[in-house]
C-alpha cells in the first residue's frame, strides 16, 4: 500500500462527474463492412449518461442492475481500461484527475473472466504475481504469498494445481479468491472486481464478499464491484449502491435510502424479496428526470472532451529490469511447458517415428541403382518439410491462453511485452532443437544421402531453422486470430500456399506474376533449395550422375541443379533468409502483441 510523507495508508476516493459512454463504431476490428453489419445507427447508442457516482476508501460500493445496464462499462473506466466508446466527463481520484498510468500502480483489477494457468499450483501462482509485480529479493514475494493465502484462507490448496474444465483442480469460490489474490501482491489501496460472484454457490459467494469486506474494513481499502441479484446476506456486507439501468443512475447511496426511496413512491417490499432485486422489478418508480440528463449529454461532451481526468498514458516505470522479466516470464513458461507431457511425449515420440517410418521407407534409395529415382529423392525432401512445417500447430492453444493472460498482465504495467516474447523464444528453442536432431538423426544414416559429416550437420542445420522458423509462424499468428479454430485454419491455410507456391509443384517461371511475391515469401522454397543444393553440388555432385540412359550418364548433380536455376552460392544465403523469417516473425509478433496491448491500455 502507498504511504504519504508521515507513513500513513494513503486513502483513495473515487468520483465520476457527468460521465457519459457513447457507442463507437469498431472500425480497427471489423472495417467498414463489419460497421454495416452492425448497423451504424449502434454509434449513437449510449452505454452510459451522466453518471455521477462515488467510492470511499473502507467500504463496499457495489454497481448493480439489470443485465446491459453498464455495470462492466463503469468500472472498465474507473480502472483506466481502454473503451471501445466515446468517453465524456470526469473521474476523480481524491478530488484530482486521474492518471492512468498512477492509478494502475495503486489499484487491483480483478475481471470476470480468471486468467490463471491451469497447470500452476495456488502459491505458484500468487509467487509468480508477486515477483513480477514486487521490486525487492525473492524472501520477500516469499513473504507476501504466505500473507496472502492465510488472508485469503488458501493455505490448506497451496500445493494443489488451479486446474481446467478438463483437468480437474480447485473449486470455482476458490478460483475466484486466487485472481482475487492475484491482484493483491502489490497490496493496492483500490480494488475493483467485476462479479466476484459470479458461477459461485451462495456459500462461496458469501465467503468472497466476507473476504473483500474484512480488507475494506480493517485496511481501508477502496473496494468496487458489480453484482447482479445479491442474495440477503451479501447485501449486507454492501455499503454503497450504485443502480444502474440503461446506463442511467437511479439510485446512489445506501440500501436503507433506496428501501426509503420506494416506501416513499407507495412501493411494500415483500419478506420473500431484497430491497436491491425488488427496486430493479420496479425501475420505473425510481426514475430520475432522465430527459433533463439526456440534454445535458451532448453539453457535457462538448465542454469536456473526453477529461476523465489525465486520460493520456503517462510513462510507465516496471517494477522489475527486463533481465529479471525474462528470466522470471522463463521460468512460469517452463514449468507449464514441462507439466504439458502429452505436448512433449507426442511432439518427440512423433519426430523419432517419422523419421524411422520415413527412413525405411526410402531406406538406401540414395545408393541402390536399381531403386535410385531422381523424383524419388525429391520426393522425401518435399515430404519431410511438410512434415517439419505442418506439425507445428500443437504450440497455438499454449500461445492463446498464455495471451489472455499476457494482455491482463502487460495492461495493468507488470511487465513489458518485449520480455514476454524474448522469454517465450529462449524457452521453446531447445524442445524444438531436440525435435529437429531426434528427426535428423533417425532418417538421414538410413535413406542414404551423403555420407559425409559436413553433409549431415547442415542437412541438420536446415532441419533446425525449419522447426524454429515454423513455431515462429504460430507465434505471430497466435498473436493475431481470436481463438484456436480461427488460427488452426488460416495456419493451415497459409502454409498450403507456401508449398504451392515454393517452386516444388509450379515452377517459378510458370507463376503469375501476380503471385510471384508469394515465392519469396514462401517457407517452403528457401530449405528445399538447401536441402537440393547439400545434396546435389559441391565436387562430388559433378561426378554424381542423377540421371542415366543404358549405363549413359546424361545428368549430373550440377547439371541438375543448374537446370533448377540453383546456385551453389544460395547454399548459405538461403540459410540467411531462413534465419531472417525467424526473427521477423517473432517481431512481428511482438508488434501486434505490442498494439493489443497499447489499445488495451489508451
Partial sequence: ???????????YWIKTKNLSCKLCPRYSELGWVGWWWEGATDSNRYILRNVN????????????????????????????????????????????????????????????????????????????????????????AAARVRELLEELELENIAGMRIGSESRRGISGGEKRRVS?????????????????????????????????????????????????????????????????????????????????????????????????????????????????????????????????????????????????????????FCKNIFRTKQLFAARTIQAFLVGILLGTIFMNVNNDPKRFKLQTQIGFFAFSLTFLLSSTTEALPIFLQERRILMRETSRGVYRISSYVISNTLVFIPFLLTVALLYTTTVYWLVGLRRDIDGFLYFSLVVCLVVLMSNSFVACFSALVPNFIMGASLIAGVMGAFFLFSGFFIAKDDIPKYWIFMYYLSLFKYPFECLLINEYGGKKGRGRCVESVQGVCMLDGNGFLMQQGLKESEKWMNLVVMLVFVIGYRILCFLILWYRSCRTKS
Avoid: W
Fill in 53 to 140: 457516482c462515488e467510492a470511499n476508501p473502507g467500504q463496499i460500493t457495489a454497481i448493480t442492475g439489470p443485465s446491459g445496464a453498464g455495470k462492466t462499462t463503469l468500472l472498465d473506466i474507473l480502472a483506466g481500461m481502454a473503451m471501445s466508446c466515446r468517453v465524456s466527463g470526469h473521474v476523480l481520484v481524491n478530488d484530482q484527475p486521474m492518471s492512468r498510468a498512477y492509478f494502475r500502480r495503486v489499484s487491483g483489477y480483478v475481471t470476470q473472466d480468471e486468467a490463471l494457468f491451469p497447470l500452476l499450483t495456488v502459491e505458484e501462482t500468487l509467487m509468480y504475481s508477486a515477483r513480477l509485480r514486487l521490486q525487492g529479493r525473492l524472501d520477500k
Fill in 1 to 11: 500500500m502507498s504511504q504519504d510523507s508521515d507513513g500513513q495508508k494513503t486513502q
Fill in 180 to 332: 482475487i489474490g492475484a491482484d493483491l501482491v502489490h497490496d493496492p489501496d483500490v480494488l475493483l472486481i467485476d462479479e466476484p460472484t459470479s458461477g459461485l454457490d451462495s456459500a462461496s459467494a458469501l465467503h468472497v464478499v466476507l473476504l473483500l469486506k474484512s480488507m475494506a474494513k480493517n485496511q481501508g481499502k477502496t473496494i468496487v464491484l458489480t453484482i447482479h441479484q445479491p442474495g440477503f446476506r451479501i447485501l449486507e456486507l454492501i455499503d454503497h449502491v450504485v443502480l444502474l439501468s440503461k446506463g442511467i443512475v437511479h439510485h446512489h447511496g445506501s440500501l436503507h435510502q433506496l428501501e426509503e426511496r420506494l416506501k416513499l413512491a407507495g412501493h411494500s417490499i415483500p419478506r420473500h424479496v431484497n430491497v436491491l432485486e425488488f427496486s430493479i422489478d420496479v425501475m420505473e418508480s425510481l426514475f430520475i428526470d432522465i430527459q433533463e440528463n439526456s440534454n445535458n449529454i451532448e453539453m457535457s461532451e462538448n465542454k469536456n472532451t473526453p477529461n476523465m481526468g489525465n486520460l493520456e498514458v503517462n510513462h510507465i516505470s516496471y517494477p522489475n529490469s527486463q533481465f529479471s522479466e525474462v528470466l522470471i516470464l522463463s521460468q512460469r
